[in-house]
């Protein structure tokens, strides 16, 4: 098919300019399909695709980047561009397009996916696994040199793909070449790199050039150690000239922001290899990277005015960016570490100085404050990301004395900033103290951290030991709740300050007993913390779980000997829910006010949850529960009852449902004689009950708000029942036993919303197709009875949803789907085996749903055991376990119609390998005893796991033969012959579709 591909196209590129453009697009075009299959194709085998990609690779691709590099060697040698000493290269307009098509090409072969694991493009630290076949084209120097002359004469609009094609060579596999080799290999591209930066670097300033040469440097340290640079012939002038590409590029930070991380990654690198270089040349990192640390530092303060003054984008406001970049950061400081924290200092006093003179001055301009204080904070961030580079980088006393004084100089502007938040409150300020309590809290506080910082911050401050800095931090954290209420990124960010103190086992047990923990633990109401009245104007209310959960976290451990804190504790909240209960008393009244009361219930929700999600101990829970039920679970039922339409209410109170019938821990244990196991899941299944009934009315709903407004409530609902029938809490054989329709009824309900599903919703959103087949396995586990006793219509669905579950892409959803296909089979199996054993009971009135389907619509569970085997035969087996299970039950099941497949499938192969196939078929039933033992399914999955390695050998070793032709052609004809059977499933509808389909 392709064997002849580079002989078809040399007819275009022997042609016209015009028509050798389209013959090298038309194989770029080839290369990158070969390597990532466009959309269209995206359901096809991802096992196919990968065979047919790793043969087109050892076959044609090494050819066609020859080809390529050729075509731009001769259009060199032929006078379509000049390389005259002491002139500049250039190249006639008019073959522009031939050369940027030619490296286009070049860049598509390098980037090929040379050992299939697709990895991410945009991931910098990857190596190109060039073939060793590959290697004497990498071995002639000249070669890279080629690019490097392409580079410079091209005009920047087409050069930036030299350079795409330079980072490829840069990161070639290092066992490509022997030590001498690689030393000439990268003696050339440092050479090629510091003679742009002397002689070409206007090149550089064409965005597009200026973004490559960046990554091109990054990836020079992520290939070479900083040993074999060194010992480069031009290493002294190559590590000048970066240092000076990049203090120039800080100094445009405007410009460069976006190429930032890869010069910063070079240097990150450079400066942490330092401890480990054993050469006795100079490094001369002592001499740059502390220009570079000092760049970075002034440039972000000297772009405060533009962003203030000009309305530039802040890139202070980029958190992910900003975070990305100060992790750079703390390594490349910590690179002559006392200078650089002396510089620091000496910005941070003089900013300081000139905040206060400006809040003390009458009338200064208000422009000039909002400068002091952001680059207050950006100062701030660097101080905490000088402190967080300790872990990384070798620390000593002397570095510790100098995190203390950087240390005592943020606490003092933090003090000085809390006394003034009546008048005038800072975000990007606080923002940035919150990262520095988070760096601080990562370094210096933990059982194992270093104490000697504490000495020098005792003089100072007063502070002797971390007990004391974390009670600056809870202080810190109460103020902000206080006084930051409106900001979201103020809250969320100190509430995740809370939550990482209250994580640790032996901090958390020092810490709850200071007095600012004793505050928040009685004092959590809306009138001291206003995020938490209904008025509050944050948008995200999540930050209410993660408050109350922290808060819980810390009661825990006070539980153990006080009980009564719980309830003390939980008196706030039994607050909210009067004036809730209180709210919807008015319903259908005047007096009814509809937001307080839906904001005071998602609130209630939100709160409960994160509460209960931190109880893990049974006491803890057990207390909870006692005080929740029966009063406040009732109003919780009345919200989902009334709500139930609008998702923004009822996802948060079914949520918090999910957690409180969720057994971590094995927490959900009562008293022996206690009936609350049985209350909590009957209440659990009258919440499911009532939500279930009523989503179900809403209907007309448009497809853009289906998920929003319904789908999304279901798969919550699905969740919340999974817990309850999954924790194993409760017996429930009580419920047949004293004739209670509890769970009966709400599984009638469960009925309802799975065939009100569609398949494709199912695998449209994964969240609620993760639900839905997590339930179904946890039925099939426990309550098969229920799952085959169903109408036939019902069963049949549930049927087909398992079978498009089976070839999800999901990992989750495919194995939770064999599950329940195997529960539900093994069912199957034994009923039959039964009505052998026992015929006088074998009558036409006590068969189940699935045994109706088997007799009399056969073809169904053939049609599942030919996809089943189709998707091991040919699939990647990824989940080759989980499909062994429901797979032997089926040959059990459907034992004649297998005996009929196997030498149809054995026909479908050529005429060379069809007995090498009879044989995997003979090897997958060996010593299988028709019964359903551990011993026979362990057997079972042995015999498969050789069946797939032979059946790939067998194949393997077709395309050894005929590198693509005959596999492709055996391929199409094995597609034939199942679609062939395919359509001999009438009754089944076809719901396999073809080969390159199933999916």
């Known amino acids: ?86 002139a500049r290269p250039f190249f006639r307009p008019e073959t522009l397009p031939y050369f940027s098509s030619l490296l286009s ?69 290092r066992s490509l070449f022997n030590a001498s080799e690689r030393t000439k290999y990268l003696n050339t591209l440092i050479s090629g790199v510091r003679d742009i930066l002397e002689n070409h670097f206007t090149n550089l300033e064409d965005p597009q050039c200026y973004h490559e040469f960046c990554r091109l440097l990054a990836r020079l340290k992520a290939s070479f150690q900083l040993s074999e640079l060194m010992e480069s012939d031009n290493y002294t002038s190559f590590i000048q000239e970066v240092a000076k590409f990049t203090v120039m590029s800080l100094q445009q930070l405007q410009f460069s922001h976006n190429s930032l991380h890869y010069i910063l990654s070079l240097w990150q690198r450079l400066v942490a290899s330092m401890p480990y270089v054993k050469s006795s040349q100079p490094h001369h990192l002592d001499t740059y990277a502390p220009e570079v640390s000092r760049a970075m530092i002034m440039a972000h303060l000297q772009m405060v005015s533009r962003v203030i003054n000009d309305g530039m984008e802040d890139p202070i406001d980029d958190l992910g960016l900003l975070q990305q970049q100060l992790d750079q950061f703390a390594i490349i400081v910590r690179c002559e570490y006392e200078a650089n ?32 204080e952001e680059r207050l904070a950006w100062l701030v961030y660097f101080i905490g990301a000088a402190i967080s580079g300790r872990v990384a980088y070798t620390a000593s006393d002397e570095t510790d004395g100098i995190d203390a004084q950087l240390i005592c100089r943020v606490m003092r502007l933090m003090g000085y900033t809390d006394n003034k938040l009546n008048r005038r409150k800072s975000e990007k300020l606080e923002l940035a103290n919150m990262q520095f309590f988070e760096y601080f809290r990562k370094v210096y506080i933990g059982d194992q ?46 509430l995740q300050l809370l939550n990482d103190l209250s994580m640790g086992y032996s901090s958390i047990r020092r810490m709850v007993k200071l007095d600012e923990v004793q505050f928040l633990l009685k004092n959590h109401t809306s009138d001291n913390f206003p995020f938490l009245g209904t008025n509050s104007t944050l948008v995200d209310l999540k930050c209410r779980t993660a408050f109350y959960a922290s808060l819980a976290r810390l009661l825990s451990t006070e539980l153990v000997e006080d009980e009564d804190k719980l309830e003390e504790f939980m008196r706030p909240i039994g607050a909210e ?5 209180r709210l919807m008393s008015n319903v259908g009244t005047p007096l009814f006010n509809e937001k307080e009361a839906k904001l005071a219930a998602i609130g209630i929700a939100r709160d409960l949850r994160g509460i209960c999600s931190s109880l893990l101990n049974r006491n803890a829970y057990v207390l909870f529960f006692e005080w929740i039920y029966p009063k406040y679970l009732a109003v919780c039922e009345r919200v989902v009852e009334f709500w139930y339409s609008d998702p923004a209410v009822t996802n948060p109170m079914l949520k918090f449902m999910s957690e409180l019938d969720q057994n971590r821990s094995q927490r959900i244990a009562f008293d022996i004689s206690s009936p609350n196991n049985i209350l909590l899941f009957k209440e659990i299944c ?24 319904k789908l999304k409530g279901i798969g919550v609902a699905m969740n919340m029942f999974f817990y309850a029938l999954q924790g194993s809490y409760c017996n429930f054989g009580v419920f047949v036993l004293y004739g209670d329709r509890t769970l009966d009824e709400a599984f009638q309900v469960l009925l309802k ?9 199912l695998l449209e959103y994964p969240k609620l197709g993760s639900a839905y087949y997590t339930l179904l396995h946890q039925i099939g586990l426990n309550h098969i009875d229920f799952l085959v006793s169903v109408e036939v219509p019902v069963f049949l669905y549930i049927l087909d949803s398992i079978t498009k579950g089976v070839n999800a892409i999901d990992n989750n959803m495919c194995n939770n789907s064999c599950s329940a296909l195997d ?105 299988v005893e028709k019964n359903l033992t551990n011993k026979t399914r362990d057997r079972f999955t042995q015999n498969l796991s050789v069946f797939r390695r032979e059946l790939n050998e067998t194949q393997k070793g077709m395309e050894a033969v005929n590198p693509m032709m005959d596999w492709i052609a055996m391929r199409e004809e094995l597609d034939k012959f199942w679609q062939r059977l395919n359509t001999e499933f009438v009754g089944a509808g076809g719901a396999f579709g073809s080969f390159v389909d199933f999916e």
């Open 105 to 173: 090409l070049a860049l598509a072969c390098l980037n090929y996916d040379f050992i299939g694991t697709a990895t991410d493009e945009s991931d910098d630290a990857n190596t190109v696994q060039i073939p060793v076949t590959w290697r004497t084209t990498f071995l002639d120097l000249d070669h890279l040199k080629l690019f490097f002359n392409l580079f410079a004469a091209l005009p920047p609009n087409i050069g930036y793909l030299a350079l795409g094609i330079l980072i490829q060579l840069a990161s070639v596999r």
């Open 753 to 761: 919303l799975m065939t009100s599903l569609s398949h494709s919703d």
């Open 686 to 709: 009258k919440i499911f009950t009532v939500y279930g009934t009523r989503i179900l009315s809403l209907t007309d709903i448009p497809k853009t708000d289906l998920y929003p407004k």
């Open 577 to 581: 829910f009067e004036t809730l209960g």
């Open 823 to 927: 529960s539900l089979l093994t069912h199957l199996f034994r009923e039959l085996q039964r009505r052998q054993k026992h015929p006088e009971l074998a009558t036409q009135d006590n068969r189940s749903s699935a045994l109706v389907v088997y007799e009399g619509q056969p073809t169904r569970f053939q049609q599942i055991l030919a996809g089943l085997l189709r998707v091991i035969m040919f699939d990647d087996g990824r989940n080759q376990w989980n499909y062994s299970r429901p797979l032997l039950v089926l040959i059990f099941l459907c034992d004649r119609h297998f005996q009929e497949l196997q030498p149809r499938i054995v026909q479908s192969y050529p005429e060379d390998k069809r007995n090498q196939v009879a044989h995997c078929f003979t090897v997958l039933m060996e010593g």
């Open 341 to 372: 924290c002396t510089f620091i200092v000496q910005l941070f006093e003089r900013s300081a100085r000139l905040y206060d003179d400006l809040l003390k001055k009458a009338g200064s301009a208000e422009k000039d404050v909002l400068i002091e």
């Open 449 to 494: 951290s270093p104490k000697g910082v504490y000495q020098v911050m005792k003089t100072e401050l007063g502070i002797d030991d971390e007990l004391v800095v974390m009670s600056i931090m809870i202080r810190k954290i109460v103020t902000n709740l206080k006084f930051w209420g409106d900001s979201d990124n103020v809250v969320t960010r100190s």
């Open 1 to 86: 098919m392709f064997r002849s591909v580079i002989t078809d196209v040399m007819k275009f590129i022997e042609g016209s300019m015009e028509q050798s453009v389209v013959g090298i697009q038309l194989l770029t075009a080839l290369v990158i399909e070969m390597c990532h299959p466009s959309g269209g194709d995206s359901a096809r085998s991802m096992s196919l695709h990968m065979k047919t990609s790793s043969t087109f690779r050892e076959n044609q691709l090494y050819d066609i980047y020859k080809l390529a590099c050729s075509l731009l060697e001769n259009a060199v040698k032929n006078g379509q561009g000049t390389f005259e000493a002491g």
